[in-house]
């Protein structure tokens, strides 16, 4: 058995073996407002329940290894003492993924990830609409571990409002862990999914995904699209060119016949079908054309 002293250790190497040691971890999707009321949202895996009576859940903004900086999310539950909790399923997982972009301060990341904005009713963070449960809280204290990169906040959490999808429970009223299909986080780009095993997604740290704002209207609206199939298109670096689309177009006689018939559901759903193929550009192309 190998054997390991934390000291002898870079963070970076550390943080490794406790993710990939420490897991499945379920995820908190955390919503916050600055002291202004600009919303802000990202995702945050050192996270759990701690108490039932009171209603206890605790997450961790850490500080960034690579350059010791805070999460916004962090300065906005110091200023404002709030915060709401979303639950993370399957269903909306690559647009949680997306939210972890370093977007700059006063980017709406409910915009950039496609998630929609519900008012809460006993706090001022949103609710993300696409959680199937959602915990308003209010902030009892913060507790920092320290000043270097990687140590982290803990921020506890006193429920005051839970609101829960009615879909996901049972005959009885309790949640069915079947329909609630959760998802958890592993070490690196790894993910879990309730009865299902684990799957990859592309982790958005590197880069600034276009964000889900960007992809046209009618392509959003024709139902074609799933919020994880919104989720991979948002996390593109940049859009393909005028010219590249057309040049896929010219370069393939059956897209070019495709864009001839006019029928959008039909281009989404051929668009659709290479994010299945997990060929982003080629989908973005589709979408694109005229």
Same mark, same amino acid.
């Given at each position: 058995? /190998?054997?390991?002293?934390?000291?002898?250790?870079?963070?970076?190497?550390?943080?490794?073996?406790?993710?990939?040691?420490?897991?499945?971890?379920? !995820?908190?999707?955390?919503?916050?407002?600055?002291?202004?009321?600009?919303?802000?949202?990202?995702?945050?895996?050192?996270?759990?329940?701690?108490?039932? @009576?009171?209603?206890?859940?605790?997450?961790?903004?850490?500080?960034?290894?690579?350059?010791?900086?805070?999460?916004?999310?962090?300065?906005?539950?110091?200023?404002?003492?709030? +915060?709401?909790? @979303?639950?993370?399923?399957?269903?909306?997982?690559?647009?949680?993924?997306?939210?972890?972009? %370093?977007?700059?301060?006063?980017?709406?990341?409910?915009?950039?990830? #496609?998630?929609?904005?519900?008012?809460?009713?006993?706090?001022?963070?949103?609710? +993300?609409?696409?959680?199937?449960?959602?915990?308003?809280?209010?902030?009892?204290?913060? !507790?920092?571990?320290?000043?270097?990169?990687?140590?982290?906040?803990?921020?506890?959490?006193?429920?005051?409002?839970?609101? +829960?999808?009615?879909?996901?429970?049972?005959?009885?009223?309790?949640?069915?862990?079947? /329909?609630?299909?959760?998802?958890?986080?592993?070490?690196?780009?790894?993910?879990?999914?309730?009865?299902?095993?684990?799957?990859? +997604?592309?982790?958005? *740290?590197?880069?600034?995904?276009?964000?889900?704002?960007?992809?046209?209207?009618?392509? /959003?609206?024709?139902?074609?699209?799933? #919020?994880?199939?919104?989720?991979?298109?948002?996390?593109?670096?940049?859009?393909?060119?005028? %010219?590249?689309?057309?040049?896929?177009?010219?370069?393939?006689?059956?897209?070019?016949? *495709?864009?001839?018939?006019?029928?959008?559901?039909?281009?989404?759903? /051929?668009?659709?079908?290479? *994010?299945? %193929?997990?060929?982003?550009? *080629?989908?973005?192309?589709?979408?694109?054309?005229?």
């Amino acid at each position: 058995m /190998k054997t390991i002293d934390p000291k002898d250790l870079s963070t970076v190497e550390l943080q490794g073996y406790l993710q990939g040691a420490v897991s499945p971890r379920p !995820i908190a999707l955390a919503s916050t407002v600055d002291a202004d009321g600009n919303p802000n949202l990202s995702p945050f895996s050192f996270f759990n329940i701690f108490s039932s @009576n009171p209603p206890i859940l605790i997450f961790s903004p850490a500080r960034r290894v690579r350059d010791n900086t805070a999460k916004h999310t962090l300065f906005n539950v110091l200023a404002t003492r709030q +915060v709401v909790i @979303n639950v993370v399923n399957y269903d909306m997982v690559q647009q949680t993924s997306l939210s972890s972009t %370093e977007y700059a301060d006063g980017i709406n990341e409910f915009e950039k990830s #496609g998630f929609t904005m519900l008012p809460s009713d006993e706090v001022r963070p949103y609710r +993300v609409a696409e959680s199937p449960v959602q915990f308003e809280c209010v902030v009892n204290e913060v !507790i920092g571990l320290g000043d270097e990169g990687g140590a982290g906040n803990l921020v506890i959490c006193e429920v005051v409002k839970i609101h +829960v999808d009615e879909n996901i429970l049972n005959e009885k009223g309790a949640i069915d862990q079947h /329909k609630i299909d959760l998802v958890s986080r592993m070490g690196g780009n790894w993910y879990s999914r309730a009865n299902m095993g684990m799957f990859e +997604v592309e982790k958005p *740290l590197v880069t600034l995904g276009v964000g889900v704002d960007v992809i046209p209207e009618d392509a /959003k609206q024709s139902g074609v699209f799933s #919020g994880n199939d919104l989720g991979i298109l948002g996390n593109v670096e940049q859009l393909p060119t005028a %010219e590249e689309v057309e040049d896929f177009v010219n370069s393939d006689a059956a897209v070019k016949e *495709l864009m001839q018939e006019g029928d959008a559901v039909k281009k989404f759903k /051929k668009a659709k079908k290479y *994010l299945e %193929e997990n060929n982003v550009t *080629l989908a973005w192309n589709i979408i694109l054309a005229k």
